[in-house]
């Protein structure tokens, strides 16, 4: 694999992976993103994003999107293996590339101390 690739392994892609990490998935949020994440019994996290029709170009999704998946490609070793993430941008009009892989890896920090507190995967 190429350290440039997002591969479909790396996605969330069907409506019934969402909802169980919506249903099942502890959260983390800040003032731009909410992370939800869910244990899998895959070797690899995957990465889901939903982002509302409250923005309303395209485009501006897109580019929403494309920035949370870079920061989440650029820094494989802050996210922990076998999880499933669902992102979800809180504040998307205002959001820039530099706050939402700040906001990122600062939730994906809390998800780690968080478990090491608990114990638990």
Known sequence: MSLFAYPKSARLLRRREFDRVFKAGGSWKDGDLVVYCLQNDLPQA??????????????DRNRIKRWIRE????????????VDLVVLPRNAPSLTWARAE??????????????ARRGTP
């Open 71 to 82: 920061a989440f490609r650029l820094h494989p070793e802050a996210v922990p293996p076998g």
């Open 102 to 115: 700040r906001s990122l890896l600062k939730l994906l920090g809390a998800r780690a101390r968080d478990l």
């Open 46 to 59: 995957r990465l889901g994003i939903v982002i509302g029709r409250k923005v309303k170009r395209a485009v």
